[in-house]
């Protein structure tokens, strides 16, 4: 009875064929599915979260573009020459600084002070050589931007905590330099034969871009881009081709523009500057489904129409230089 019965166990007991035979329909299994991960919970996996559009913050954000736009063109509007242009610049400072704030808050960059104070002095340093130098172009600028980044570079090797996420830390710095730089291309367009107009047509139509594709979002934020960015395509749309016909209008009136002309430019500045507070809100909704916390709401929601009249600057500026200064 005891040998039966420990026959019976033994028999019970799976051997190593049958230990090999059931491993390898559970690779099979699991190739068959795509991969070797663990099968997802339910048929369609765990459910996607939609961001509800906040619309009383989506008109707030459309007000802050428009009364920014308004600032940048009434300055330009104002500027004297020589030391007359220093009023203007610190109107630019203003928004530069207020860039820095945003993107740093809505980054979170490692060493943050380190981005932050890189950014300010590259943000300075460039709106005085802005004014100050010789010729009107933006070579001295580029030279601004190249040593903040080697500042930014050295400032993050000398941190305490050394190399740990440098290459993310350096990311953020090229965007607050470049961002800050691209401002004072502003400053440097109102010495410009023509620059001035170009200012006016380029940040009137980003202006009026920006603040009509988040008043769209108030009313029909439809279709949604994706179910994370709480954005409508038919803002983005809508607000290009308003931008753009108000550039056209102005065509009009100002010279050396004429109404075709003026469209073309200000689809261009309208186009730049509308993508460019859409990437903005990809790139958040990147960092919340990631996991990281989000930060102040103000610094979140100013980033975008900041980097919209930002990337709007240099376009400005290349019309300007291209199409409208005389040979």
């Known amino acids: 009875m005891p040998a039966s019965r420990g026959a019976a166990e033994r028999g019970a007991e799976p051997g190593p064929r049958s230990r090999r035979d059931e491993a390898v329909k559970s690779k099979d299994r699991r190739r068959a599915r795509g991969g070797d991960e663990p099968e997802p919970e339910g048929e369609d996996g765990p459910p996607v979260e939609i961001v509800p ?7 707030a954000v459309a007000g802050f573009a428009l009364l920014l736009g308004v600032g940048l ?8 020459v020589g030391a007359g242009r220093i009023p ?5 400072l203003g928004a530069q600084l207020l860039y820095v704030f945003a993107t740093t808050m809505a980054i979170r960059p490692p060493g943050v002070k380190v981005v932050a104070v890189v950014g300010v002095v590259a943000a300075i ?39 740990v996420r440098v290459s993310e830390s350096l990311g953020s710095t090229v965007v607050i330099v470049l961002g800050v730089v691209s401002f004072a291309t502003l400053i440097v367009l109102t010495r410009l034969p023509a620059g001035t107009q170009a200012i006016v047509v380029c940040l009137i139509a980003s202006g009026i871009a920006l603040s009509v594709a988040r008043l769209t979002d108030v009313f029909a934020p439809y279709p949604r881009l994706a179910d994370q960015v709480p954005r409508g395509s038919a803002g983005i749309v809508i607000g290009a ?3 753009t016909g108000v550039a056209a209008v102005i065509g009009r009136y100002l010279v050396p523009f004429t109404p075709s002309q003026a469209a073309i430019i200000g689809m261009a500045a309208a186009g730049a500057a509308v993508l460019a507070d859409l990437t903005i809100g990809f790139a958040e909704a990147g960092r919340e489904l990631a996991g990281e916390a989000p930060t102040m ?12 009249f930002a990337l709007a600057a240099p376009v400005a500026y290349v019309i300007s230089v291209f199409f409208l200064v005389p040979a």
């Open 53 to 59: 559009v906040r619309r009383l913050l989506s008109a």
């Open 73 to 80: 063109v009434m300055g330009a509007q104002t500027a004297g």
């Open 88 to 92: 203007y610049a610190v109107v630019i």
């Open 125 to 163: 340093s460039a709106d005085v050589v802005a004014i100050t130098s010789d010729v009107a172009s933006v070579g001295p600028l580029g030279l601004i931007a190249a040593g903040g980044l080697v500042a930014g570079a050295v400032g993050q090797m000398v941190r305490y905590e050394g190399r």
């Open 241 to 243: 081709m308003l931008g």
């Open 297 to 308: 709401w103000l610094a979140r929601h100013m980033q975008g129409p900041l980097a919209g």
